[in-house]
């Protein structure tokens, strides 16, 4: 059987509404097995905080400039991701976001399509004094680790 191109206009992707306005546009059907491909859109002022997961993940930049965390030979490093710029992060990788900007960034995300279902269920979590709790219970049945928010403090993130 001929399988089909599919096109997904701009803003026609399933989307997953994260915490603090942090959002993913999937931009392939979300029954793919291999991996997922989504754009992803933080904030000004918003950080994504420190964590891992076994997943290896990439990362393009498409608009506005961020800073990644990653770990580096000397520790941890932010650095700077600008429109063009390329980020992989490997499975088992620490590694945390934020938007100091005063406009929204875009970067393109590939992922497994288990950290994109981990992250579907992580966009069900409403905002709520106990949306944290909840976030570290999913990430903790996928074997996901969350940064403290003293871990997430030494590196300059402040849990909100």
Not at 101 to 110: D, G, K
Not at 141 to 160: C, D, F, K, Q, T
Request: one cysteine or more; aromatic letters at 6%.
């Amino acid at each position: 059987m001929m399988q089909l191109a599919n096109i997904v206009n701009d803003d026609e992707g399933a989307v997953l509404n994260l915490l603090h306005g942090t959002r993913l546009e999937i931009l392939i059907p979300s029954n793919e097995d291999a991996y997922w491909v989504m754009k992803g859109t933080i904030p000004p002022g918003v950080s994504v905080p420190l964590h891992s997961h076994s997943d290896a993940e990439s990362f393009y930049g498409l608009v506005g400039e961020s800073e990644v965390l990653g770990q580096t030979s000397v520790g941890l490093e932010w650095k700077k991701l600008r429109p063009g710029d390329f980020i992989h992060v490997p499975g088992g990788t620490k590694h945390a976001w934020r938007n100091r900007s005063s406009e929204p960034i875009s970067i393109l995300v590939t992922c497994t399509a288990r950290l994109g279902r981990a992250l579907r269920e992580m966009a069900q979590v409403p905002a709520s004094p106990d949306a944290i709790q909840r976030l570290a219970e999913i990430s903790q049945r996928y074997g996901y680790w969350l940064g403290s928010p003293e871990e997430n403090a030494s590196v300059g993130i402040v849990l909100r």
